[in-house]
């Protein structure tokens, strides 16, 4: 039986290695991705996810989250990643989109509508964490 779970992460280059093995180790089942501002700004690590996404097929639903940490100013590390998160990888156009719903909620939804337990594996930030568990203590 395979390891249902939820990756949140904040893809910068470290990261995509964690998606791909996510992706492709026949012991998990990848249900959900979310995305959280740390190595770059959620709208950049978004748009990593998405286009990791679309690079390898995988038809995986993900919702964009955090912006910032939720008691400091964002300190991100494009000193290592590059501005883009993802820098010196070029990727095809695309039309993937995040879900139209915040993180903290897709991952509650889910979480509700899930027929067994899944795991949560953080790999950046835990401001979604966070924000879940404040808003559904």
């Not at 249902?4 to 249900?31: K, M, N, S, V, Y």
């Not at 959620?42 to 998405?50: F, G, H, I, P, S």
């Not at 995988?58 to 300190?75: K, T, Y």
């Amino acid at each position: 039986m395979r390891l249902p779970i939820f990756l949140d992460t904040d893809p910068g280059i470290d990261d995509a290695a964690a998606i791909a093995a996510a992706i492709f180790a026949p012991e998990l089942d990848l249900q959900l991705m979310t995305t959280v501002a740390g190595n770059v700004s959620v709208e950049k690590t978004t748009r990593n996810a998405l286009q990791l996404l679309h690079f390898w097929n995988a038809d995986i639903p993900l919702a964009q989250g955090a912006a910032a940490p939720l008691v400091r100013p964002l300190r991100d590390a494009a000193s290592v990643h590059g501005e883009s998160g993802m820098e010196g990888y070029d990727f095809v156009e695309h039309s993937r989109q995040p879900l139209a719903k915040p993180a903290f909620q897709a991952i509650r939804d889910a979480l509700m509508l899930a027929p067994e337990p899944v795991t949560l594996v953080a790999i950046g930030p835990l401001t979604n964490i966070a924000l879940l568990l404040t808003q559904y203590p």
